[in-house]
């Protein structure tokens, strides 16, 4: 009897080489759905979250899983393909500063912003047709999805929901009122994202090493110094780690000032790009310019030690 032709023996002038290079590489997952093709995800969800969660979150876990593998990957394509244009000056010489997207880019913001509207779905309810802010576990797997397509623009998904969570806690009750509704809207043409500019030349992993002073001029802070990277560069509410003139060294004398950009604040002037979509380094920030709705900085690390003894 005669082993089927896969099992039969081959002849050892025919046996193919093993394989190297591109033969090694996992096979295209293009078309795929990222969800209903990870078993492990899919377990682990049904572990972590309440079943309730689970059954009304599951559609869209399933959605976004199509996303990724389908629509969300073809944009992805076409935006590393054409990348952020930084106009230093409008046609006139004057210093405008501002960032042109691709389509594409703008089409992946829609989805994250405003369909799946991570920067909010922990912050409030309404986020995909839930009473209450999702469960942190349900908002770390729909962004392991979406990351699986694009990784870009999870750094500008995450700083706004950092900053929201920053201006939550620490801000004050006026602040609050006038930034959060802003930055929690899910209308992708009005809402205000969000950034943290913390570091510095002088100041990397040791943030206490900053040189940026704040000085509190009647009321309105003006900010003087240099960020060496600014990770979404172009956001509309930029968080700074800064030292109030006076302010012992190190990190107890730090604060974080909240700046309205392109309106009476602190400006970013980006002198180079990374590889990052967003992001740019170094990024200059102009002198004197004025934060007027920063009347007091988001949280200060003096304060802080203070109210905890």
């Not at 591109?22 to 972590?48: S, V």
């Not at 009122?177 to 009005?190: C, E």
């Not at 500019?197 to 000085?215: N, P, Q």
């Amino acid at each position: 009897m005669h082993a089927p032709q896969s099992q039969a023996p081959l002849d050892p002038a025919e046996t193919p080489e093993p394989g190297r290079g591109p033969d090694l590489i996992a096979p295209d997952c293009t078309g795929e759905n990222f969800y209903a093709i990870d078993r492990g995800l899919r377990d682990l969800l049904q572990i972590y979250l309440e079943p309730n969660d689970f059954q009304r979150l599951e559609p869209h876990f399933h959605r976004l899983g199509a996303l990724a593998g389908g629509r969300l990957d073809e944009l992805a394509r076409v935006a590393d393909k054409h990348p952020p244009v930084l106009n230093a000056r409008d046609r006139l010489g004057r210093d405008e500063d501002w960032i042109e997207y691709h389509s594409s880019y703008r089409e992946m913001e829609a989805i994250a912003f405003g369909d799946f509207q991570f920067h909010a779905m922990t912050h409030r309810d309404g986020v995909l047709d839930m009473d209450r802010p999702l469960p942190a576990v349900a908002k770390y797997a729909l962004q392991y999805l979406f990351v699986q397509a694009e990784f870009g623009l999870m750094c500008p998904i995450s700083v706004t929901d950092t900053s929201i969570h920053l201006i939550r806690k620490f801000a004050s009750p006026e602040l609050r009122d006038y930034l959060l509704p802003k930055m929690l809207s899910g209308d992708v043409a009005t809402m205000w994202k969000g950034t943290q500019f913390m570091t510095e030349r002088s100041g990397g992993s040791d943030v206490g090493a900053i040189e940026t002073v704040a000085r509190n001029e009647n009321g309105a802070w003006r900010l003087f110094g240099d960020k060496w990277f600014c990770s979404h560069a172009d956001a509309d509410v930029a968080l700074l780690l800064t030292r109030p003139e006076g302010a012992p060294a190190g990190t107890k004398g730090s604060q974080c000032s909240p700046c309205r950009a392109g309106w009476r604040t602190a400006a970013a002037t980006p002198t180079g790009s990374s590889a990052s979509r967003t992001s740019s380094a170094p990024a200059r920030w102009r002198a004197a310019k004025s934060c007027s709705r920063a009347r007091s900085p988001i949280w200060s690390a003096r304060r802080i030690a203070a109210s905890s003894r």
